[in-house]
């Protein structure tokens, strides 16, 4: 079982120490399951292709470490996340509230700038 989000923070911090611990499952735990993805071979949709992503991805064991977040734009069950990277990379993402509070990715753009 994987801790949930309790704050759209939260889902950039999950998904660095995640992703160095090389939890595939626990990556797509972080979105909806018709969530997006933009990757370069073009958008995954939904958890089979998000882990399909992120298994190719964690196959060569990167390690990640936390960038800057930049502050969080909320509208009402939706909230916008951004992290600038140490390389300039900019993520941006689409986070939503669950019905039991806690949050996911809807739609995540891993290098929207950089």
Do not use: C
Request: no cysteine.
């Amino acid at each position: 079982m994987h801790e949930p989000a309790t704050h759209p923070e939260d889902l950039s911090r999950f998904f660095v120490a995640r992703a160095n611990a090389g939890d595939v499952d626990g990556l797509v735990a972080l979105y909806e399951p018709d969530g997006v993805l933009a990757t370069p071979a073009g958008p995954a949709v939904g958890a089979a292709a998000i882990r399909a992503a992120y298994a190719g991805f964690l196959a060569d064991r990167p390690t990640l470490t936390p960038g800057e977040p930049q502050p969080t734009l909320h509208a009402g069950e939706l909230a916008l996340t951004s992290t600038r990277l140490a390389d300039g990379t900019v993520t941006v993402e689409v986070a939503r509230r669950q019905p039991d509070g806690t949050w996911r990715w809807v739609i995540d753009q891993p290098r929207a700038a950089g």
